[in-house]
């Protein structure tokens, strides 16, 4: 834990400066100024001029606040300190098995001891799991991700064929900003820092970025096509045509990152057109459908959910207006306000006979049949409410401060209540993991069908997973909720419940020759596993948990936004 704060330079926002190793100039000279005004209209007024930085601390600076940064991490309570370290030690395990047995594949099967390329073949798993070992300070998996990084991965991307604009921004593109802000950026390599030098991090993302951004340049509307082939810099259309509404509108906080980063605005204009367009387009009480067509820039079909395929449209309206405070995109902000509104009266239910708070979908529109089903996925919405309620405040200082509406506390509200829901879709099945999608009776509408299997359940009525339904793959929603409501409501039982989730991971899904498993039924005990750990177990749902069990010190809410990949970003600030 203490030799990664000294990865983070995490209370010091003097890390985050354009580089000038040769990328690019943006030191406020004319060179930097025309970059920074390229573009066309609407985004002219963006990036006029460069931003204001605070003064830049020295290696022995960094130390320093560092150190201190530890020693309020001694002061957390012992039983805290040590569940902590037993996540770190998860982690380790995790990553020794892809390492053993995967090393430069995208995942590893731990059950069949081999690696799997489903996401391009870039070592996707590397880079999502670099942040999370500078913030544990797994110093030894640092050290080697970043130097497969620095020796491989160029020819990687040179030399691979189709990826997912999303996944590879999300996860790759998203992990090395990520891995560039917390080594020390364009300060170099700090002592004590494993690994190569940041620069590495940052100039494989600037050449990732540039092939990706085929994909808006080559559509004829504002909203790019799905995939793209890394090699000869093209792009194309998903099989059917359409692109998934959440995908599209989720790559706009790394895209915005890098132009900052390099000065760059080409980046951020792409990027922020598709959110522009979506503006324009018609919309259900704020809700979209979760498809939309690169050929025509309209939405088809009117299926409207806030699990796969929307989900995280709706969270990165409120991340990307947070990441952008004091520039003209307050829009967005607009949009999500309008947008929550709608969940509220068109999608959030409860359960009967106990009343648990869910959101369904609307398969065919809102004039269409209501949907009881939960996709896990949903689980993202509590932490992501309560994010919009505070703006990553605590709650205690919001309200002192006053910056509470009442529409904020009736979110706030909302999450907390969503986010019993999510741990009870744990707590009900009999390994005390959740299935990758929950359905509720509700009044006049009852699902019938099986439960999860824990009979001393009081939601065992409340809650039915149908037998397609009963997989787990790791994946993190759940915790990642409790983590923002943790810092943002100090309530400790987010923490226990966290806890708990970890133990089930721990029992049911650690493979003893290294790496942990997805799960085929998580209603049987014992359950029959999957044969595959998803990169975003490393990426996310341990970090999530750390962070949890961790001081609120590390990585701010009002400092940080975490992509959808859980790579934390730096909030910018710009003179208006």
């Not at 939309?292 to 699990?307: A, E, K, T, V, Y």
């Amino acid at each position: 834990m203490l030799g990664g704060l000294a990865y983070l330079v995490l209370t010091n926002k003097s890390v985050v400066h354009p580089v000038s190793d040769g990328i690019t100039k943006n030191d406020g000279s004319k060179e930097g100024e025309n970059l920074m005004t390229h573009g066309s209209g609407k985004f002219r007024r963006f990036w006029r001029k460069p931003p204001r930085l605070p003064p830049r601390l020295s290696p022995d600076e960094i130390i320093s606040r560092n150190r201190s940064i530890q020693e309020s991490m001694k002061r957390e309570e012992p039983e805290w300190v040590a569940r902590q370290q037993k996540v770190k030690d998860a982690f380790i395990h995790a990553w020794s098995g892809y390492k053993a047995h995967a090393m430069g594949y995208d995942e590893l099967m731990p059950l069949s001891h081999r690696g799997v390329n489903g996401l391009g073949g870039l070592g996707a798993t590397i880079i999502d799991a670099l942040d999370t070992a500078m913030i544990m300070g797994a110093d030894e998996v640092v050290h080697e991700a970043g130097s497969w990084i620095e020796k491989h991965l160029p020819e990687r991307i040179e030399g691979k064929g189709q990826v997912n604009l999303f996944e590879t921004t999300i996860r790759l593109l998203g992990g090395l900003l990520s891995a560039y802000h917390l080594s020390g950026g364009s300060q170099g390599r700090i002592p004590e820092q494993k690994g190569p030098n940041p620069s590495i991090y940052l100039e494989n993302a600037k050449n990732l970025a540039d092939r990706l951004l085929t994909a808006f340049t080559a559509s004829p509307s504002d909203i790019p096509y799905s995939d793209v082939v890394l090699r000869d810099k093209s792009a194309h259309p998903a099989p059917d045509g359409l692109s998934s509404t959440a995908e599209v509108a989720t790559v706009q906080l790394e895209f915005n990152y890098l132009s900052y980063l390099t000065g760059d605005p080409k980046y951020s204009i792409e990027a922020m057109k598709v959110l522009q367009h979506i503006k324009t387009l018609p919309k259900v009480e704020g809700l979209v459908p979760i498809y939309i067509s690169p050929q025509s820039g309209q939405f088809s079909g009117d299926n409207i959910r806030l699990g796969s395929r929307g989900d995280s449209y709706y969270e990165y309206l409120i991340k990307v207006w947070l990441q952008q405070k004091g520039t003209n995109f307050s829009y967005l902000y607009d949009m999500y306000v309008e947008a929550i509104k709608g969940v509220r009266h068109l999608l959030v239910r409860k359960s009967v006979p106990n009343g648990l708070v869910f959101v369904g979908e609307l398969p065919y529109g809102k004039e269409g049949g209501f949907s009881p089903k939960m996709d896990h996925l949903v689980c993202f919405l509590p932490g992501t409410l309560a994010l919009g309620a505070t703006k990553g405040l605590t709650k205690e200082r919001a309200m002192r401060e006053n910056l509470l509406t009442f529409e904020d506390m009736e979110n706030l509200k909302l999450a907390e209540d969503l986010a019993k829901t999510c741990v009870e879709i744990y707590s009900v099945t009999s390994t005390g993991l959740a299935p990758e999608i929950a359905y509720f009776n509700i009044e006049g509408n009852s699902e019938g069908g099986p439960g999860g299997g824990n009979k001393s359940s009081k939601y065992l009525n409340d809650i039915i997973i149908k037998p397609a339904d009963r997989h787990n793959l790791l994946r993190p929603e759940t915790v990642e909720s409790l983590f923002y409501l943790y810092r943002i409501t100090g309530d400790s039982k987010y923490r226990e419940w966290g806890w708990q989730i970890f133990e089930a991971f721990e029992k049911y899904t650690k493979i003893d020759s290294g790496g942990y498993t997805s799960l085929d039924d998580v209603t049987v005990i014992p359950p029959q596993r999957r044969d595959k750990m998803e990169t975003f177990f490393l990426g996310e749902t341990l970090k999530y948990i750390y962070l949890l069990f961790g001081n609120s010190t590390t990585i701010p809410l009002d400092e940080y936004v975490f992509n959808t990949e859980a790579h934390p970003i730096p909030i910018i600030s710009r003179s208006v």
